[in-house]
T-cell receptor, first 113, second 114 residues
Framework: TQLLEQSPQFLSIQEGENLTVYCNSSSVFSSLQWYRQEPGEGPVLLVTVVTGGEVKKLKRLTFQFGDARKDSSLHITAAQPGDTGLYLCAGDALNTGFQKLVFGTGTRLLVSP | DTGVSQNPRHKITKRGQNVTFRCDPISEHNRLYWYRQTLGQGPEFLTYFQNEAQLEKSRLLSDRFSAERPKGSFSTLEIQRTEQGDSAMYLC????????????FGPGTRLLVL
């Protein structure tokens, strides 16, 4: 069974601080996605990383896929209250013939003004 | 494009009752997925359809669960003889398999079994 562990599980910071969320597995994934989920809503895709070592930037968010395609990180610079939410990583399992996403347990971020 | 819609958004039922949820995917998306998300956890894959064919079912999908996508458009997920452990958010996602697949999620149906 493929598992994705996220850390930390909960993060409470002040506006303007930087933070990093980690997503780790012992399994290799063909791609990895990061989602943000608001209470009572479905996850919204932020980014997909495909190549080992790949780095993608989305404004103040920087995503990195590990060289071995087993882990990933999300770094937020100068966090804002609008960044508050549940951040989920999801790996696309290998050799399934479809996009079988394995989700991490999530990191709940609270950014206070 | 109206996105993925799910109905109802909330459902409260008594143990032993049957419930049915509906998912309307993004128009012309050929794949449709169902996930279950319990409190404090990430979504877990339940099943998926390629057009009208149900091609994969998770071990989480017990015999009390059945999903259909009769015309390859909307899908229904039925739970028979509900149990308290079925209480969760049921999420639907759809995708168009062209190049890098991207799943778009609906808002979910939150089920509470009393």
């Amino acid at each position: 069974t493929q598992l994705l562990e996220q850390s930390p599980q909960f993060l409470s910071i002040q506006e303007g601080e930087n933070l990093t969320v980690y997503c780790n597995s012992s399994s290799v994934f063909s791609s990895l996605q990061w989602y943000r989920q608001e209470p009572g809503e479905g996850p919204v895709l932020l980014v997909t990383v495909v190549t080992g070592g790949e780095v993608k930037k989305l404004k103040r968010l920087t995503f990195q896929f590990g060289d071995a395609r087993k882990d990933s990180s999300l770094h937020i610079t100068a966090a804002q209250p609008g960044d508050t939410g549940l951040y989920l990583c999801a790996g696309d399992a290998l050799n399934t013939g479809f996009q079988k996403l394995v989700f991490g347990t999530g990191t709940r971020l609270l950014v206070s003004p | 494009d109206t996105g993925v819609s799910q109905n109802p958004r909330h459902k409260i039922t008594k143990r032993g009752q049957n419930v049915t949820f509906r998912c309307d995917p993004i128009s012309e998306h050929n794949r449709l997925y169902w996930y279950r998300q319990t409190l404090g956890q990430g979504p877990e894959f339940l099943t998926y359809f390629q057009n009208e064919a149900q091609l994969e079912k998770s071990r989480l999908l017990s015999d009390r669960f059945s999903a259909e996508r009769p015309k390859g458009s909307f899908s229904t997920l039925e739970i028979q003889r509900t149990e308290q452990g079925d209480s969760a958010m049921y999420l639907c996602a759809s995708s168009l398999v062209v190049g890098l697949e991207t799943q778009y999620f609906g808002p979910g149906t939150r089920l509470l079994v009393l």
